[in-house]
Structure formats: structure tokens, C-alpha cells
């Protein structure tokens, strides 16, 4: 008889790590109060990054895995998942971020008007075909899945043994960890133009982050990165901001149609929980932490929760 396991949580960091854990030949059961498309996962314009969570020591083995899988579903079409040139940009020149030696290739270069930066091909994830390709997967390869919100996780161990904690940022709330916090993102989902270069522009700064990512039938033009703030009603102000600052780095977008906002909140964490606690008469793997970059992180992560629940 499989070895039966409970995964909290139906975002990314959730399904991939039922996914792979049904692969490793365990039985499992995702119970989650939302599943996708209304998870913050969906919400995400989601390209490979790995720079945006700690410890760098664990994340970069982490993302590397992850590449690696998503270049594998690069030939699955219904994944959403393709290769789009990705520029990192910054108002002032800077030297070359240390992931850029985990690239094929990369080269530097200057963005109209003013700014510089680094071109390289990442992995782009459409959420809108990616989130429920995962859902289909995880049901198709014999996962179950319960619509419930969990309030009680040592409850949830002691019926199935082990239980996968995927709560993203309301870990903090269900097991008392007062170090995750909120990074709240808005976005604006718009028509893609004609003469929209089909590439993810990236400009980082301390109090939002700026970025253009052209998808399969629209571009998500974004952002904010306000942490501790709660708030999924989007802000007009804020709205407008982001119209702004994305127009000035494309003016390709002038002719985009707006025709959406859209709020997730990232779960923020000094570091990534990635680890087992023995909890009465059951096991719980923590799996949250992943802050702006969880589809980065979803695979490598899921892979070493197989590992931890096969030494259990």
C-alpha cells in the first residue's frame, strides 16, 4: 500500500511538490481553500529568476533544478511554459549579478533612454495555461484533491503521517511564524500591441520592481513590491504609477488596452522554510518562504521535499 501524504496548499510551491512526490510513488491528497486560477501563483508574471529570496546557498541549487525541468516543458505546449530573452536592468552600470554564470550566455547592455543592464534567455511561465496544466497533471497521475481551508496541521499529521506545508504567506498565521510576512504585488494585465517586442524587461529598485512580460494573449506590465500591507484591492494610484513607469521603459505600449488588475500576496521570509518538524504523532515538511521568486524555486524545492519524506 503507498505511503499516504497531505499537501497544504494549491499554488505552485503545492503542486509541484504533489506532483513529484506522486512520481516518487507516494499516495497524495492537496487540500487547499483555493485552487487555481485564484491562487497568488496565477497572479504572478512569471519568469525564471533566481535572485529574490535567501539563503543563496539553498536557492541557486534550488533554481537550477528548476530550470531544468521547466526547459524540459518547453516541449510539452500545453505547459505555457517557452524561452523569451530576459533584460535585468538598473539606472546606473552595474557589475554582472553572480546567477548570470548559471546562463548559457548573457550580454550587457544600454536601454533606451538611460539605464544598463544584462540580456539573457530564461524560462517564461503563462500562468494562465501553466497553473491548470499543473492541476490536470497532479489529478491525472492519481492525486486527490479536497477544497478546504486547513486550520490545524498537527490534526492533519496525526491522520496521514506527513504533511507537506505549502501555505505560502499564511504559514505565518498557521503554524506561528511571526517571520513571514506579506510583499504585496499589483499588476495590470493589458492587451499585448502589435509592436510590443516579445521579451521581459526587469528594473529593479528598493520600493517596486518594474516589469514588462509579454505572455501568450496579453502582457503583465507591473509592480510593487509593499511589504507587510494586506490589502488584495488594487490601488488606482498605484495602477497609474505602474502605467507609467512601464510606458517609459516601452512606449510600444501606448497602444495596449488595459484589461485588468490584479493583487498577490507573496510570502516574504528572511529565508526560505524548506524542512521537517516532528509534530505529536506525525511529520510536517515546511515548504514556504519563496517570496517573489516561488515559480522559480517550485521544482528544485519539490524535489527535496521527495527527499525528506522518503527518509521519513
Known amino acids: 500500500m503507498k505511503k499516504q501524504i497531505a499537501v497544504v496548499g494549491g499554488g505552485v510551491s503545492g503542486l509541484a511538490s ?24 496565477d497572479v504572478a508574471a512569471a519568469f525564471w ?79 494562465p495555461t501553466y497553473m491548470p496544466y499543473l492541476l490536470r497533471q497532479f489529478t491525472a497521475n492519481g492525486g486527490q484533491i479536497v477544497q478546504r481551508e486547513v486550520t490545524d496541521l498537527a490534526e492533519l499529521a496525526a491522520q496521514f503521517g506527513l504533511v507537506v506545508n505549502c501555505t505560502g504567506v499564511w504559514a505565518g498565521e498557521l503554524v506561528g511564524d511571526t517571520a513571514v510576512t506579506p510583499i504585496r504585488g499589483q499588476i495590470i494585465r493589458a492587451s499585448k500591441p502589435a509592436g510590443l517586442p516579445d521579451e521581459i524587461v526587469h528594473l529593479d529598485a528598493e520600493v517596486y520592481s518594474t516589469y514588462i512580460v509579454p505572455r501568450r494573449n496579453d502582457v503583465i506590465l507591473g509592480g510593487s513590491k509593499q511589504r507587510g500591507d494586506w490589502r488584495l484591492a488594487p490601488d488606482p494610484a498605484l495602477a497609474e504609477d505602474i502605467w507609467r513607469r512601464c510606458l517609459a521603459l516601452q512606449p510600444a505600449l501606448k497602444d495596449a488596452k488595459i484589461l485588468d488588475h490584479r493583487v498577490g500576496l507573496r510570502p516574504g521570509r528572511l529565508e526560505v522554510r524548506l524542512e521537517l518538524e516532528e509534530i505529536g504523532e506525525g511529520t510536517i515538511i515546511h515548504n514556504y518562504g519563496h517570496g517573489s521568486i516561488g515559480h522559480t524555486l517550485a521544482w528544485g524545492c519539490a524535489a527535496e521535499v521527495v527527499q525528506l519524506a522518503l527518509e521519513k
Not at 530573452?85 to 548559457?104: C, R, S, T
Open 49 to 127: 529568476y533566481p535572485d529574490g529570496a535567501k539563503p543563496a546557498a539553498r536557492v541557486r541549487p534550488w533554481a537550477a533544478v528548476s530550470y531544468a525541468e521547466f526547459l524540459r516543458l518547453t516541449a510539452v505546449p500545453e505547459s505555457g511554459v517557452s524561452l523569451k530573452p530576459a533584460i535585468d536592468l538598473a539606472p546606473k552600470p552595474f557589475a554582472p549579478p553572480d546567477w548570470l554564470e548559471m546562463m548559457d550566455a548573457w550580454e550587457a547592455v544600454h536601454y533606451p533612454p538611460d539605464l544598463h543592464g544584462y540580456r539573457t534567455v530564461v524560462p517564461a511561465i503563462d500562468t
Open 18 to 41: 504533489g506532483l513529484k512526490l506522486l512520481e516518487a510513488g507516494f499516495a497524495v491528497t492537496l487540500l487547499a481553500r483555493e485552487l487555481p486560477p485564484h491562487t497568488t501563483s
